[in-house]
């Protein structure tokens, strides 16, 4: 704002402005902020400049209140965020919970994959993989006329592993002949075990069980000569139990070798060919139930006999949120390069890392350091004490969008932050490496500055020669051009880290004056984005 120019700013898409906004609050900030926040606005608040925010659904799932964070997993796109994104730890925050509300979010939800459909629909607690966790009556409506015969075809196969005999002889019934040979021969163990004899005598009369031979190479019988043994005496009855538990094993993993799949990688080594694989390379690493005390009770004797962890199983670990620090701390030492890929680490587990800087390059310590500034388990402070120098300044310029406020932070102890000319007006570097580009060359609307930030910031990078700095673009966009952007008209990400350096300075740690900026935001303020922030730091520390 000029001496002879006011200018009016409020954001044209609030919703998506408070989205944009709390992309700059820390883990803290947003444990204070979300319960003040009306629910529709919380709830949208979890994806901003294209991409989700890992802070915000993991300050929900901090609330002993989930009525909001069920409310953002049935309204939005965050349980398919979670499920697709392998390298997020949202899905495993998700399951350790043991809600029998989410958990039917999840089973129903689109983007859910075989496998966890199946884990789900056992519906036992993922602690013990035995104490019931049954699903809300909902799901019943669901499969008595709610859903589509797509939706219906989704759920079914699943629910042969239910260990609810009503739900697992439902959908056996409903499935018929065509049923999974693996799910059909859970379903008539979990009518057996009920003592349902009756209903599966029914299931043979009827000829709805599956007949074809079936294993590695049709090894074994169908599930129907299974049951009809199974009936006929005690033998029978062992073989078909014995059988589904082979099947049902690799959901409860005990061993570094069934985290690695060795059974299925290592065929000629075994006495019987595997009737399922497990996990490295198929599934979502958090997906699994994994009985981490045996793994690491075993890991000494493991380690003697074979030596370092297989990658795939380090780097499955790696990406859990369960895994023990003590097991972390190994990852770190027999593959360094994947420390970068731990959700939260520890100021340990930073200092683990540094100590393979010569191997791993500082890129990797710097990945690690965002990861817990995000997290919230490592402070600015604490990084700017661990870091050595050449990781240190590297951090300090990272262009990473999830870690801006942490990275703002860092700049503030150290003595960077302030002003900055934009030379060249544009890059396209995310912070993400250089595989992800946040520019297309070949996109004119990626490169155009009216079409980025609007007019008065095109005419004023003609007035001034082609060069403004960061400020000058802040003091003369809307609000929405850089708190809800769109994705094919992307600010430049050194404009948003000045941005959290002013919510750093202004408004941070202050839940007040953040309160103060989303409502201005809301309702109107005459000024600039960096006006608002410093107002509201202003009104914030008044009302305090």
Request: charged share 25%.
């Amino acid at each position: 704002m000029t001496s002879a120019t006011a200018t009016y700013l409020r954001a044209s898409d609030s919703y998506a402005c408070t989205a944009g906004l709390l992309r700059f609050a820390t883990p803290g900030e947003l444990d204070a902020l979300l319960g003040h926040l009306r629910h529709e606005r919380a709830s949208v608040a979890h994806v901003s400049h294209g991409m989700p925010n890992r802070m915000i659904a993991e300050a929900m799932l901090r609330r002993p209140d989930r009525a909001l964070l069920l409310e953002s997993l049935r309204d939005s796109r965050l349980p398919g965020d979670a499920i697709s994104d392998h390298a997020s730890s949202l899905l495993g925050r998700l399951l350790d919970l043991d809600d029998p509300e989410i958990n039917l979010t999840l089973f129903v939800s689109e983007r859910a994959s075989r496998n966890l459909r199946r884990q789900l629909a056992h519906q036992t607690s993922r602690a013990d993989g035995v104490s019931p966790v049954p699903f809300p009556p909902y799901l019943w409506e669901l499969l008595h006329g709610g859903a589509d015969e797509a939706t219906a075809g989704r759920l079914l196969p699943s629910l042969l592993h239910a260990a609810d005999p009503d739900l697992a002889g439902h959908a056996l019934r409903a499935l018929g002949r065509g049923a999974d040979p693996h799910g059909a021969l859970r379903a008539c163990r979990t009518l057996l075990d009920a003592g349902r004899r009756s209903a599966l005598q029914e299931l043979l009369d009827s000829d709805l069980l599956p007949e074809v031979r079936w294993g590695p190479d049709g090894s074994e019988p169908g599930v129907r000569a299974y049951v009809k043994a199974a009936l006929a005496g005690a033998d029978g009855a062992a073989r078909l139990r014995s059988l589904a538990e082979r099947v049902r094993r690799p959901e409860w993993l005990r061993s570094v070798a069934e985290l690695a799949d060795t059974v299925a990688r290592e065929p000629w080594r075994q006495e019987s060919p595997a009737l399922v694989r497990t996990i490295v390379d198929r599934r979502h690493p958090a997906i699994p139930r994994v009985d981490w005390a045996t793994v690491l009770a075993d890991e000494p004797r493991r380690r003697r006999a074979d030596g370092p962890l297989p990658r795939p199983v380090a780097r499955v670990m790696a990406l859990r949120t369960d895994t023990p620090s003590d097991l972390l701390r190994l990852v770190i030492a027999d593959h360094p390069e994947l420390a970068s890929l731990i959700c939260d680490p520890t100021p340990e587990l930073l200092t683990a890392a540094c100590e393979h800087l010569s191997r791993t390059g500082a890129l990797s310590v710097v990945k690690v350091a965002g990861n817990g500034l995000v997290a919230g388990t490592l402070t600015a402070e604490e990084v700017v004490e661990l870091l050595p120098a050449e990781p240190l300044a590297l951090f300090a310029e990272s262009l990473w969008l999830p870690g801006m406020r942490g990275i703002a932070a860092v700049r503030a102890l150290t003595g960077r932050i302030g002003d900055a000319p934009l030379r060249p007006f544009f890059v396209d570097e995310t912070g993400h490496g250089p595989r992800r580009r946040l520019r297309d060359p070949q996109v004119r609307a990626h490169w155009d500055p009216a079409a980025v930030y609007g007019e008065p910031v095109a005419a004023a990078l003609r007035r001034h020669g082609d060069e403004l700095t960061a400020d000058q673009v802040l003091g003369l966009v809307s609000a929405d051009a850089v708190l809800a952007p769109d994705r094919n008209a992307m600010p430049d990400p050194r404009v948003l880290r000045r941005l959290a350096e002013l919510v750093h300075v202004h408004i941070g740690g202050r839940p007040e004056a953040w309160m103060v900026a989303l409502r201005l935001l809301r309702d109107g303020f005459v000024g600039t984005l960096p006006e608002l922030l410093m107002t509201s730091g202003a009104v914030g520390g008044m009302d305090s």
